[in-house]
């Protein structure tokens, strides 16, 4: 993949490339910090250079503010859970803590024995967004990239049972494995990629993003109606049909075709004075 401009998400900078390759660089004040801990923030910026895959991923983990996942946004995906296709976009929360790495190792918690993998289109924000109409909504993409929602799901299962958030069940740590940032160049068609995940190089999803119920226009429109979208927020689009269990020991390679691709081990979490 080495070639492909990617997008560098950093929090000193903001930089525009031009035809002529020269980039214009504009001074920005690192965010404050709450006492809760959080950073509001009214400018956040994004650096776009040419690098390999794995350079940006850093600057994504450590600038984006959350992940909004869209649940049951393939119908096919929708009815194998049994579950009805809705009539808006059902969204979830996802903390940042939960990216990986390409090339990192997924980690299974105690006592579970599998995870389910559901490969994602993820969009990243470019530019604060708020009540965004859908005619002018992908001027607030920055970029995209493959993104796997790894899931609980007895934990899931118990929870929807309950009335329960899926928190415990999409939130842990290494659950968002994320490639690196594709710019809007590099991706003209957004809604007609082709998604596919493979275990020990067996294929289990291949999808394309043009089967997704909601759009991504009407997807950002939707979320910044409900929240304000910052830059380096990601948005998971939702998974295509195949989704299933991934066990200790086994590889999970992924991509969408011709753009890129992702690999990851799969491990039991150890905790201190665990053996």
Same mark, same amino acid.
């Given at each position: 993949?080495?070639?492909?401009?990617?997008?560098?998400?950093?929090?000193?900078?903001?930089?525009?490339?031009?035809?002529?390759?020269?980039?214009?660089?504009?001074?920005?004040?690192?965010?404050?910090?709450?006492?809760?801990?959080? +950073?509001?923030?009214?400018?956040?910026?994004?650096?776009? %250079?040419? +690098?390999?895959?794995?350079?940006?991923?850093?600057?994504?983990? #450590?600038?984006?503010?959350?992940?909004?996942?869209?649940?049951?946004?393939?119908?096919? #995906?929708? *009815?194998?859970?049994?579950?009805?296709?809705? *009539? @808006?976009?059902?969204?979830?929360?996802?903390?940042?803590?939960?990216?990986?790495?390409?090339?990192?190792?997924?980690?299974?918690? =105690?006592?579970?024995?599998?995870?389910? #993998?559901?490969?994602?289109?993820?969009?990243?924000?470019?530019?604060?967004?708020?009540?965004?109409?859908?005619?002018?909504?992908?001027?607030?993409?920055?970029?995209?990239?493959?993104?796997? /929602?790894?899931? +609980?799901?007895?934990? =899931?299962?118990?929870?929807?049972?309950?009335?329960?958030?899926?928190?415990?069940?999409?939130?842990? &740590?290494?659950?968002?494995?994320?490639?690196?940032?594709?710019? *809007?160049?590099? %991706?003209? &068609?957004?809604?007609?990629? @082709?998604?596919?995940?493979?275990?020990?190089? @067996?294929?289990?999803?291949?999808?394309?993003?043009? &089967?997704?119920?909601? !759009?991504?226009?009407?997807?950002?429109? #939707?979320?910044?109606?409900?929240?304000?979208?910052?830059?380096? /927020? %990601?948005?998971?689009?939702?998974?295509? =049909?195949?989704?299933?269990?991934? !066990?200790?020991?086994?590889?999970?390679?992924?991509?969408?075709?011709?753009?890129?691709?992702?690999?990851?081990?799969?491990?039991?979490? !150890?905790?201190?004075?665990?053996?």
């Amino acid at each position: 993949m080495s070639g492909l401009e990617s997008y560098f998400l950093t929090s000193s900078s903001l930089s525009f490339p031009f035809s002529n390759n020269k980039r214009s660089q504009v001074q920005c004040t690192p965010p404050r910090r709450s006492p809760f801990g959080i +950073a509001p923030i009214k400018r956040r910026p994004i650096l776009i %250079v040419m +690098a390999s895959p794995s350079a940006g991923i850093q600057k994504l983990l #450590h600038v984006g503010t959350k992940i909004v996942a869209v649940g049951r946004n393939y119908a096919a #995906h929708a *009815k194998e859970l049994g579950n009805a296709v809705p *009539k @808006e976009p059902v969204l979830f929360m996802k903390p940042t803590s939960s990216y990986l790495e390409n090339g990192g190792t997924i980690e299974i918690p =105690q006592p579970l024995e599998s995870l389910h #993998h559901e490969v994602e289109l993820a969009v990243v924000i470019g530019q604060k967004a708020r009540d965004v109409p859908e005619s002018t909504a992908m001027d607030y993409v920055g970029g995209y990239a493959l993104a796997l /929602d790894m899931t +609980a799901r007895e934990i =899931q299962a118990t929870a929807k049972s309950a009335g329960l958030p899926w928190t415990v069940a999409k939130g842990q &740590d290494t659950f968002t494995p994320i490639s690196s940032v594709l710019s *809007k160049s590099n %991706v003209p &068609d957004p809604d007609n990629l @082709e998604l596919w995940l493979k275990v020990d190089g @067996e294929i289990r999803q291949k999808g394309s993003t043009k &089967d997704m119920i909601f !759009k991504i226009p009407f997807l950002i429109s #939707h979320i910044s109606s409900i929240m304000t979208l910052f830059e380096g /927020d %990601v948005i998971l689009t939702g998974t295509p =049909q195949g989704v299933g269990p991934v !066990k200790i020991g086994q590889k999970i390679t992924a991509g969408i075709t011709d753009l890129i691709d992702v690999h990851f081990n799969v491990e039991k979490r !150890k905790r201190p004075g665990s053996c």
